[in-house]
T-cell receptor, first 117, second 110 residues
Framework: GAVVSQHPSWVICKSGTSVKIECRSL??????MFWYRQFPKQSLMLMAT?????????EQGVEKDKFLINHASLTLSTLTVTSAHPEDSSFYIC?????????????FGEGSRLTVL | RKEVEQDPGPFNVPEGATVAFNCTYS??????FFWYRQDCRKEPKLLMS???SGNEDGRFTAQLNRASQYISLLIRDSKLSDSATYLC???????????FGAGTRLFVKA
C-alpha cells in the first residue's frame, strides 16, 4: 500500500515554543492531506485538510493561527503548533489518500507524539 | 449526536470466540466506509473497506446497512493478536473528509 512518513515521531518541548511536524507521501503524490489529533483513549479528530498550493481548510473549533499548515509540494505537508501549551500535548497523525487505486482509504503516517512541559 | 458512534467496549473474549462490533453514522450522504485497526500508541492501519454487498477477508467480515446507517465487523476464531482498538471510518462525498468513531477496544485472552 501507499506509504506516508511522518517526522518527528515524538517531541518534548517547553511551553511557548513552536513545533513543526512533517508529513510526506513517499511513493505517490497527494494533493490533499489530512491532519488528525488524538487524545488518550479518544477518537481521531480531524483538525484540518491540507491542500497543495492553497490554504488549508480547518474544522470548527481548530485555531488556524495556532496550527499552521503548509502544503508546498505534492509530497509534503507540515503542521506547526505555535506557542505550544501543555493542553496541546497529543498524538498528531497525518494521512493522505492514494488516488491511483483502491477505494479511497486513508494511509497514515506513524504519528507524532507531542509533549509540552 | 456524534457523526460516527461506536461502543467503546472493552470486549473481553477468549481465543477462538466470535465477536462483532457495530458502528452507526449520522450522515446519510456518506459514501465510503472502512474499518481500521489501531494498536496502542500506533497509527491506524486499514483492516478492510466495507461494501454494500458485504465483504470477507479471512476471519473478518464487514457489512454495510445503508437503510439503518450502520456498519459491522465480525471477527471469527479470535486470536491473541487481534487485541487492539477497532475504528470505523466514514468518508463523505468526494472523499475529502474521513470521520472516525472513537473505537472499540478488544482484548482476546488465552
Amino acid at each position: 500500500g501507499a506509504v506516508v512518513s511522518q517526522h518527528p515521531s515524538w517531541v518534548i518541548c517547553k511551553s511557548g515554543t513552536s513545533v513543526k511536524i512533517e508529513c510526506r507521501s513517499l511513493d505517490f503524490q497527494a494533493t490533499t492531506m489530512f491532519w488528525y489529533r488524538q487524545f488518550p483513549k479518544q477518537s481521531l479528530m480531524l483538525m484540518a485538510t491540507s491542500n497543495e498550493g492553497s490554504k488549508a481548510t480547518y474544522e470548527q473549533g481548530v485555531e488556524k493561527d495556532k496550527f499552521l499548515i503548509n502544503h508546498a509540494s505534492l509530497t509534503l505537508s507540515t503542521l506547526t503548533v505555535t506557542s505550544a501549551h501543555p493542553e496541546d500535548s497529543s498524538f498528531y497523525i497525518c494521512s493522505a489518500r492514494d488516488h491511483r487505486g483502491g477505494s479511497g482509504e486513508l494511509f497514515f503516517g506513524e504519528g507524532s507524539r507531542l509533549t509540552v512541559l | 449526536r456524534k457523526e460516527v458512534e461506536q461502543d467503546p467496549g472493552p470486549f473481553n473474549v477468549p481465543e477462538g470466540a466470535t465477536v462483532a462490533f457495530n458502528c452507526t453514522y449520522s450522515n446519510s450522504a456518506s459514501q465510503s466506509f472502512f474499518w481500521y485497526r489501531q494498536d496502542c500508541r500506533k497509527e491506524p492501519k486499514l483492516l478492510m473497506s466495507v461494501y454494500s454487498s458485504g465483504n470477507e477477508d479471512g476471519r473478518f467480515t464487514a457489512q454495510l446497512n445503508r437503510a439503518s446507517q450502520y456498519i459491522s465487523l465480525l471477527i471469527r476464531d479470535s486470536k491473541l493478536s487481534d487485541s487492539a482498538t477497532y475504528l470505523c471510518a466514514v468518508q463523505n462525498t468526494g472523499g475529502f473528509k474521513t470521520i472516525f468513531g472513537a473505537g472499540t477496544r478488544l482484548f482476546v485472552k488465552a
